[in-house]
């Protein structure tokens, strides 16, 4: 019983270059806030379904008001900019003006220049802050919340696990022999061809598994967590 129950949980069985692997979901995904605040959009339905949509939003309303009163300030600089434009080319036209008032004047244009770059990467940084707020997901299978409606988080929290299930994977730690000439050979699952094809072959021999090597298989099937047997021929 005990040597049967051990076969259970390795990841491969090695019995006369078969395999036994597990389908499982091509890509696993951990979602992390990318910013802080208060969790105000959270739909627990979301649970177990193939999302592709916002699926958390944190609290960024004093960012987007700080947003509004950037922008309004924007304009008028911009507004100032054009009188101060139009003044400043009439005023050099005018005689018996000396160099120096002329340069003070410019001056005064030059800085209200610099004023408005320095104000566009203050609401581009705003922007991009507001936009680190939202957590978007696209065609990802959502496993689970990690958190819930109404928590405060930081930046780097757990937010949800999520899988890409577009398509299927199977590992095995095949033999040395297997390993041979591996890529030149047809896949068997429960004995038909076909049926999977070689994404990855580790060159190196796996720390954990000693002597065997780690090749991933892409599978088209949904069966997650079933059971196949693999063969190299």
């Known amino acids: 019983m005990k040597k049967y ?19 499982e979901p091509y890509e696993e995904f951990i979602i992390y806030s990318q910013s802080s605040g208060e969790i105000t959009k959270l739909d627990k339905t979301d649970e177990t379904k193939l999302v592709d949509k916002r699926v958390v939003q944190l609290d960024d309303t004093l960012e987007t008001d700080q947003l509004l009163i950037y922008k309004k300030q924007l304009d008028m600089y911009f507004e100032k900019l054009s ?7 009439k005023y050099i036209k005018i005689r018996g003006k000396s160099q120096f008032d ?9 800085e209200l220049k610099i004023s408005i770059q320095n104000l566009k990467s203050t609401i581009k940084e705003l ?83 000693v002597s065997a090597y780690k090749v991933t298989l892409i599978i088209d099937s949904k069966e997650f967590a079933k059971a196949v047997k693999v063969e190299f021929r």
């Open 5 to 23: 129950l051990l076969i259970l949980i390795t990841p491969f069985i090695l019995l006369a270059q078969s395999y036994i692997a597990k389908i």
């Open 127 to 209: 922007q991009y802050t507001i936009s680190k707020k939202a957590v978007y997901v696209k065609n990802l299978y959502l496993k689970e919340y990690l958190v819930d409606l109404g928590d405060y988080v930081s930046k780097g929290t757990k937010l949800a696990s999520a899988y890409d299930i577009s398509k299927s994977k199977l590992v095995v730690y095949v033999s040395q022999d297997d390993y041979k000439g591996i890529k030149n050979k047809k896949v068997f699952i429960n004995e038909q061809a076909d049926k999977a094809y070689i994404e990855k072959v580790d060159i190196t021999a796996d720390s954990t598994y």
């Open 83 to 89: 009188i101060l434009q139009n003044s400043y080319n």
């Open 102 to 110: 002329k340069d003070e004047k410019l001056y005064e244009l030059i």
